[in-house]
C-alpha cells in the first residue's frame, strides 16, 4: 500500500494551455479514490503525471513521502488501465496475461501458472485460449485489469477503463474494480467523467473543474454538503437546479413567486434543489404545511418506484417527486413542496455554499 500526495501541483502544456492548477490532494494508503470532472478539466492529466508518463510543469508527486518527479514509470511500479484495452492481439488471453511477468524475467511456467491463477480469479479461465478479437469487450476488458493486477504493483491507475462499455457490463466490471480493491488492498486512482460511477466506487471522490479541486470528500458528503453550485450540480442524478430566492417586505419569493413559509439565511440566495427532496402532491389531496408553490404538470418520467415530474410555476420549471400510482398526466395541477429544513443555499455571485 502507497500513500500519494500531490503538492502544488501544475501542469501547463505548450501553447499556454493549463491542465492542472496548483492541485493539492493526499490519498491515503489503500484507498480507492476517484477523479471525476468534465471533459478538459485536468483528471486524466494528473493521472499521467502520476504514471510519469507526463511531467509537471510545477509542484511535487510524492509515494510514501518520497519525492518521485523524475522517476521513470517502471521505477515508480504503477500499473495502468487505459479506456482502450491495448491487448496484444496475436496472443491469447493467457500470455497477454503473462507478458508484464516475462518482460520481468518470471520463468515461463511459473508465469503461465498466475496468468491462469489470474484468468480464474476474473472468470477468464475458460477464455485462457482466445484470442482478443474472440472476446466481448467486457471480457477484453478483464484481461486489461488482469495484466495490470498480475504485476502486484504499488499503485493502480485507470483512465476511464468502463467508458466504452454497454450499460450492463459496466455495472459489472465496476463490482469488479470494488472486488479487486478490498482484495489487495492496493492504492487505487480511477479517473471517470461519469458521476454515477464515481460515487459508486470511490472511498473519496475529488471532484475538478478546468485544472483546479473544488471538492474531495467522501461520496455521501459531495450529495449532501456540496461545498459550492459547480460540485452540486455535477454530483447527484438527476442532478440540482438552481433558483433565486429573495426575501421581500410582503413575503420570501424564488423566482418571483410567493412561498409562504420558506426561510432563507440572507436577503438574497440562490436555492440549490434536488429533484428528490421536493414532493409533488395533488392539491386535493395535500394536507401538509411545508413551504409549497402551485403549478402544471408539463412531463413525466417513470422509473419504476418513482416518477419524475416537470412543473410550469409562473413560468419556471422545476421537478419534483410523486407516487408513480398517482395517475398524472400532463396540464394537471399540482403542489411542489419544499423541504421543512436544510435547503442549500449558495452566494449568488460567488456560488459558494452559504
Given amino acids: 500500500m502507497t500513500r500519494i500526495d500531490l503538492l502544488k501541483l501544475r501542469?501547463?502544456?505548450?501553447?499556454?494551455?493549463?491542465?492542472?492548477?496548483d492541485l493539492d490532494l493526499s490519498i491515503e494508503s489503500g484507498e480507492l479514490v476517484v477523479?471525476?470532472?468534465?471533459?478538459?478539466?485536468?483528471?486524466?492529466?494528473?493521472?499521467?503525471?502520476?504514471?510519469?508518463?507526463?511531467?509537471?510543469?510545477?509542484?511535487?508527486?510524492?509515494?510514501?513521502g518520497e519525492r518521485v518527479d523524475d522517476w521513470s514509470p517502471r521505477r515508480r511500479d504503477v500499473a495502468m488501465v487505459?479506456?482502450?484495452?491495448?491487448?496484444?492481439?496475436?496472443?491469447n488471453v493467457r500470455d497477454n496475461l503473462a507478458f508484464p511477468l516475462r518482460m520481468r524475467g518470471v520463468g515461463k511456467r511459473e508465469a503461465r501458472r498466475r496468468a491462469e491463477a489470474t484468468a480464474e480469479r476474473l472468470g477468464l479461465f475458460e477464455l485462457c485460449d482466445r484470442r482478443p478479437r474472440e472476446l466481448s469487450g467486457g471480457q477484453q476488458q478483464r484481461v486489461a485489469l488482469g495484466r495490470a493486477l498480475i504485476r502486484e504493483p504499488r499503485v493502480f491507475l485507470l483512465d476511464e477503463p468502463l467508458s466504452?462499455?454497454?450499460?450492463?457490463?459496466?455495472?459489472?466490471l465496476r463490482e469488479e474494480i470494488s472486488r479487486l480493491h478490498?482484495?489487495?488492498?492496493?492504492?487505487?486512482?480511477h479517473v471517470t467523467h461519469d458521476q454515477s460511477e464515481a460515487m459508486a466506487l470511490g472511498d473519496?471522490?475529488?471532484v475538478l473543474d478546468e485544472g483546479r479541486l473544488r471538492q474531495f470528500a467522501p461520496p455521501l458528503e459531495l450529495y449532501r454538503r456540496p461545498v459550492d453550485r459547480f460540485v452540486g450540480a455535477f454530483i447527484g442524478s438527476p442532478p440540482m437546479s438552481f433558483h433565486e430566492a429573495e426575501i421581500r417586505p410582503e413575503g420570501t419569493f424564488v423566482e418571483g413567486c410567493a412561498v409562504p413559509g420558506l426561510r432563507l439565511p440572507r436577503p438574497r440566495v440562490l436555492l440549490g434543489l434536488r429533484p428528490r427532496e421536493l414532493a409533488v402532491r395533488k392539491p386535493e389531496a395535500c394536507d401538509e404545511t411545508r413551504p409549497r408553490l402551485r403549478g402544471v404538470v408539463?412531463?413525466?418520467?417513470?422509473?419504476?418506484?418513482?416518477?419524475?415530474?416537470?412543473?410550469?410555476?409562473?413560468?419556471?420549471?422545476?421537478?419534483?417527486?410523486?407516487d408513480p400510482?398517482?395517475?398524472?398526466?400532463?396540464?394537471?395541477?399540482?403542489?411542489?413542496?419544499?423541504?421543512?429544513?436544510?435547503?442549500?443555499?449558495?452566494?449568488?455571485?460567488?456560488?459558494?455554499?452559504?
Fill in 298 to 322: 408539463l412531463h413525466l418520467e417513470a422509473q419504476g418506484h418513482e416518477t419524475f415530474v416537470r412543473l410550469d410555476c409562473s413560468g419556471h420549471g422545476f421537478t419534483g417527486v410523486a
Fill in 325 to 354: 400510482e398517482g395517475g398524472w398526466k400532463p396540464g394537471d395541477e399540482a403542489l411542489l413542496l419544499f423541504p421543512a429544513e436544510g435547503i442549500r443555499c449558495f452566494d449568488p455571485e460567488t456560488g459558494n455554499v452559504l
Fill in 35 to 64: 477523479l471525476v470532472g468534465p471533459s478538459g478539466c485536468g483528471k486524466s492529466t494528473t493521472l499521467r503525471i502520476l504514471a510519469g508518463l507526463e511531467a509537471p510543469s510545477g509542484g511535487e508527486v510524492r509515494f510514501d
Fill in 11 to 21: 501542469k501547463v502544456f505548450p501553447g499556454g494551455t493549463v491542465a492542472v492548477r
Fill in 182 to 189: 478490498r482484495e489487495t488492498e492496493t492504492t487505487m486512482i
Fill in 164 to 172: 466504452n462499455l454497454d450499460a450492463k457490463t459496466r455495472i459489472e
Fill in 82 to 91: 487505459f479506456q482502450n484495452y491495448a491487448l496484444y492481439p496475436h496472443m
Fill in 204 to 206: 473519496r471522490i475529488a
